[in-house]
């Protein structure tokens, strides 16, 4: 869009210059022709320019927000919950403990799948 519009404004103003050299028109309309043409080109960017920062702020304001949300830890998640009010003092300790536990047992998995001994070398 911007190598057409380019294109048909370099054009024109090319062709209003030449219709003024050799008198076909004045030099009042070329030049309000001209102008025309680079006030058109201008506005058209800056209408560009603005539509791209407020679509780049609204598209990074929403994946921001989606992605810290989903990107958070659960504890995290469970502190932000406890601090807006969202849940109680007894909910947050109970959803905390499962957190921990889950955690431990997490731990634990991992620690005995990685102690397990490879019994085929003894027999």
Do not use: C, H
């Not at 076909?24 to 920062?53: H, M, N």
């Not at 957190?99 to 005995?112: C, K, P, T, V, W």
């Amino acid at each position: 869009m911007l190598g057409a519009f380019l294109a048909f404004g370099v054009d024109t103003i090319i062709i209003v210059g030449v219709l003024w050299y050799v008198g076909r028109i004045s030099g009042e309309t070329a030049a309000v022709v001209s102008a025309a043409v680079l006030i058109v080109f201008a506005l058209w960017i800056f209408i560009r320019w603005v539509r791209f920062r407020w679509t780049g702020r609204l598209d990074s304001e929403s994946a921001e927000s989606t992605e810290s949300r989903d990107q958070r830890d659960p504890l995290e998640q469970l502190k932000q919950r406890y601090a807006e009010g969202e849940i109680s003092d007894s909910e947050f300790e109970k959803q905390l403990d499962t957190l921990l536990d889950a955690d431990r047992q997490a731990e634990s998995s991992e620690n005995r799948s990685t102690l397990v001994p490879n019994d085929r070398g003894r027999e």
